[in-house]
């Protein structure tokens, strides 16, 4: 059983270009979070999802970000128009249904805004 | 993919008592953290301790660090039954390496 995927492992974009973050979580896993690691701080969380639906959004910007978990295929977080702040790692992690007590973390995405 | 170990795995205790939870890596870090999640919910950062650091508060929660044995400890004291939740160490080993354990799950009883 794979563990959590996420890709890209790093990520550059120019400000103002889109970032797409990829996570597919691990076989029989419905729940997915994500989460903002900026350098020497701990994670902050962004928002949880079950397949199609956004559970919690309370840890995600207003503008610029989103997040969708569809039927089928990864959870994508998107980040338009980047700016150089929205450099850091995004982690996400998944948990399995009924579980709610465990999240599988992926290795991260490292994204680069020059 | 998972590094730090915390043990127990489950701790159930009774409102009032102390609660230790422990946590052991492999790699040279250079700092290590705990979360909280809640039922459902996502993580939320409790403190953060650097490789330099040997001993951290905040409230109720005293964090040790012992980078010769790499090891670490959560403890939570007088605990409340709001304190039930899983508790999850993390290392960062630099460039945003980071690595989780699979988690303490505390219970406290009222």
């Known amino acids: 059983n794979a563990g959590v995927m996420q890709n890209p492992r790093h990520l550059v974009r120019r400000r103002g270009q889109e970032a797409r973050l990829r996570c597919s979580p691990m076989k029989g896993h419905s729940h997915v979070y994500w989460y903002r690691q900026l350098p020497e701080e701990g994670l902050k969380f962004m928002v949880y999802l079950q397949k199609e639906n956004i559970i919690d959004e309370s840890g995600m910007p207003k503008e610029r970000f989103s997040a969708e978990f569809p039927k089928e295929g990864p959870s994508i977080l998107r980040i338009q128009q980047v700016v150089r702040g929205d450099s850091a790692a995004y982690f996400c992690a998944s948990s399995p249904p009924g579980q709610v007590y465990e999240q599988y973390f992926g290795p991260g995405t490292r994204l680069t805004v020059t | 993919s998972q590094q730090g170990e915390e043990d127990p795995q489950a701790l159930s205790i009774q409102e009032g008592e102390n609660a230790t939870m422990n946590c052991s890596y492999k790699?040279?870090?250079?700092?290590l953290q705990w979360y909280r999640q809640n039922s459902g919910r996502g993580l939320v950062h409790l403190i953060l301790?650097?490789?330099?650091?040997r001993e951290k508060h905040s409230g109720r929660l005293r964090v040790t660090l012992d980078t010769s044995k790499k090891s670490s400890s959560l403890l939570i004291t007088a605990s409340r039954a709001a304190d039930t939740a899983s508790y999850f160490c993390?290392?960062?080993?630099?460039?945003?390496?980071?690595?989780f354990g699979a988690g303490t799950r505390l219970t406290v009883k009222p």
């Open positions: 993390a290392t960062d080993a630099g460039n945003n390496d980071m690595r």
């Open positions: 301790i650097r490789s330099n650091e």
């Open positions: 790699t040279s870090i250079n700092n």
